[in-house]
């Protein structure tokens, strides 16, 4: 399971490709933005892994902007996935804020790569509230298509809603799971920014020179 940048696709073809060679069971995952599909060395992975049969699963993660540019005005085609097609292999498309379609489509990609030993590509369609990068003020799309997402749309929010409506949990207990979680992740920042760096020695532990 890998989160690749463009340079890190053939990698994690590599990875399948070590997996089929020594004959291990399993499957490779690599995920990529929606950016990333429009790059040279993608297309080269996508014929090898196509053509040497590789146990490997190609994500694409499209949030509808890359790293800034609206895909209206840099990708051309119906879809990033169907792009597939062009290499034999199967692909499917599903929405990333519904928890069960992921699970559902993932799971026959992870299927057809771990006992055919053939790759394919899954496109989740997303979304991200804020900007690529702590310097980027996502000045690309209004305030209110943000909000309209979040309130519509946030796979969070949706899992709460169908929790509450089949009583599966009350609201009560989901805000203290809520605050619980907070609190983890408030203390983990606590520590993070606080404790001490380690000493320079440490860069060498656990590492066989």
Not at 33 to 38: K, M, R, Y
Not at 62 to 74: A, F, I, K, P, V
Not at 100 to 129: F, G, N, W
Request: net charge negative.
């Amino acid at each position: 399971n890998r989160r690749a940048g463009t340079e890190d696709i053939a990698g994690a073809a590599g990875l399948a490709f070590a997996l089929k060679y020594r004959e291990i069971s399993g499957a490779c995952l690599t995920f990529m933005g929606d950016g990333a599909v429009n790059q040279g060395a993608v297309h080269e992975t996508f014929n090898l892994a196509s053509l040497w049969n590789l146990p490997v699963v190609f994500v694409i993660e499209n949030n509808g902007y890359s790293m800034g540019t609206s895909q209206r005005r840099s990708s051309a085609g119906p879809g990033l996935a169907k792009r597939a097609e062009a290499y034999g292999m199967e692909w499917d498309v599903c929405n990333g804020h519904e928890l069960y379609d992921v699970r559902e489509k993932a799971d026959k990609m992870l299927q057809r790569a771990r006992q055919e030993s053939r790759p394919s590509v899954i496109e989740i369609m997303t979304y991200r509230y804020r900007g690529h990068s702590m310097s980027d003020p996502a000045k690309y799309r209004t305030r209110e298509e943000v909000e309209k997402v979040r309130a519509e749309q946030d796979p969070i929010e949706q899992v709460r809603v169908r929790l509450i409506q089949t009583k599966r949990a009350s609201e009560d207990a989901l805000k203290k799971l809520d605050a619980e979680v907070r609190s983890v992740i408030n203390e983990a920042a606590e520590f993070a920014t606080h404790d001490p760096e380690p000493d320079p020695s440490e860069l060498f532990t656990d590492v066989v020179r």
